[in-house]
C-alpha cells in the first residue's frame, strides 16, 4: 500500500513539474545597462531580459538598485505598485535622438496605495518593472508597452532601439518633514532593447 501510494505522488508530482515547465517562458539572454552616476547615495541600471513566450519575442524589464552611501543607515525611497509614476521611460534611435509615441494605449491600472521601500546600507535590490513589455496585436501590430499607458508603435524589421529611464519618486504629502526621503531623480543608461518578432 505504501509503495502505491508513493508512486501516485510521484505521478503527480511529476505532471505538476511538466505542467510548469509548458507554461513557463524559454529562457534567454540578459543584458545590463551601465550602471548610473550615484544620486544621493542611489544608484541603478535596467536589466532587459529577451525570451520566447510561445510564438512571439518577449522582453522583461528588470530595475536594480544599488545603496553605496558611506555613511550608516538605510536609502527610503517613496514607492508604490505599478511604478508607473515613478520610472519614466524613453526609447531612442542609435544616434540618441529620441523615438516619439504616436499613441496612447487604453486600459486599466490598479495599483497599491504608496508605501516606503527601505533599502538597508551597501545592499541592493532588483524588481520587475515589467514581465512582459512587447503587445502582439491583430494584423502584425507589435506596441512596446511597458506600462500601461506607456507605448510605442514596433516593427519587427525596425533598426536598433534603446531603453533609458528615469527614476523619480515623490514625496508624499503626509511624509514627516524631518524624515529623509529620497526622490532623485535618477537617469538610467540606456541599453540596447531587444527586437520584437513572431516565430514562424
Same mark, same amino acid.
Given at each position: 500500500?505504501?509503495?502505491?501510494?508513493?508512486?501516485?505522488?510521484?505521478?503527480?508530482?511529476?505532471?505538476?513539474?511538466?505542467?510548469?515547465?509548458?507554461?513557463?517562458? *524559454?529562457?534567454?539572454? *540578459?543584458?545590463?545597462?551601465? !550602471?548610473?552616476?550615484?544620486?544621493?547615495? $542611489?544608484?541603478?541600471?535596467?536589466?532587459?531580459?529577451?525570451?520566447?513566450?510561445?510564438?512571439?519575442?518577449?522582453?522583461?524589464?528588470?530595475?536594480?538598485?544599488?545603496?553605496?552611501?558611506?555613511?550608516?543607515?538605510?536609502?527610503?525611497?517613496? !514607492?508604490?505598485?505599478?511604478?508607473?509614476?515613478?520610472?519614466?521611460? *524613453?526609447?531612442?534611435?542609435?544616434?540618441?535622438?529620441?523615438?516619439?509615441?504616436?499613441?496612447? #494605449?487604453?486600459?486599466?491600472?490598479? *495599483?497599491?496605495?504608496?508605501?516606503?521601500?527601505?533599502?538597508?546600507?551597501?545592499?541592493?535590490?532588483?524588481?520587475?518593472?515589467?514581465?512582459?513589455?512587447?503587445?502582439?496585436?491583430?494584423?502584425?501590430?507589435?506596441?512596446?508597452?511597458?506600462?500601461?499607458?506607456?507605448? !510605442?508603435?514596433?516593427?519587427?524589421?525596425?533598426? #536598433? $532601439?534603446?531603453?533609458?529611464?528615469?527614476?523619480?519618486?515623490?514625496? #508624499?504629502?503626509?511624509?514627516?518633514?524631518?524624515?529623509?526621503? !529620497?526622490?532623485? #531623480?535618477?537617469?538610467?543608461?540606456?541599453?540596447?532593447?531587444?527586437?520584437?518578432?513572431?516565430?514562424?
Amino acid at each position: 500500500m505504501r509503495t502505491r501510494t508513493m508512486a501516485i505522488a510521484a505521478c503527480v508530482l511529476l505532471a505538476f513539474v511538466v505542467t510548469r515547465a509548458a507554461q513557463s517562458p *524559454s529562457p534567454g539572454g *540578459s543584458s545590463a545597462g551601465s !550602471w548610473s552616476q550615484a544620486v544621493d547615495g $542611489l544608484r541603478g541600471r535596467l536589466i532587459l531580459t529577451s525570451f520566447l513566450d510561445g510564438s512571439h519575442q518577449q522582453v522583461r524589464i528588470d530595475l536594480e538598485i544599488e545603496n553605496v552611501r558611506d555613511t550608516l543607515g538605510p536609502i527610503e525611497i517613496p !514607492w508604490r505598485e505599478p511604478p508607473s509614476s515613478i520610472v519614466q521611460f *524613453s526609447l531612442e534611435d542609435q544616434s540618441g535622438a529620441a523615438v516619439v509615441s504616436d499613441i496612447i #494605449p487604453a486600459g486599466n491600472e490598479f *495599483s497599491t496605495p504608496p508605501y516606503v521601500l527601505t533599502l538597508p546600507m551597501s545592499s541592493a535590490t532588483r524588481m520587475t518593472l515589467s514581465r512582459g513589455a512587447y503587445e502582439y496585436a491583430p494584423k502584425n501590430a507589435i506596441l512596446f508597452r511597458p506600462f500601461t499607458f506607456v507605448g !510605442w508603435r514596433m516593427t519587427s524589421a525596425a533598426a #536598433p $532601439l534603446y531603453l533609458s529611464a528615469k527614476l523619480a519618486p515623490k514625496r #508624499p504629502d503626509t511624509a514627516e518633514e524631518t524624515r529623509r526621503l !529620497w526622490v532623485g #531623480p535618477l537617469v538610467l543608461p540606456r541599453v540596447a532593447l531587444p527586437p520584437p518578432g513572431r516565430k514562424m
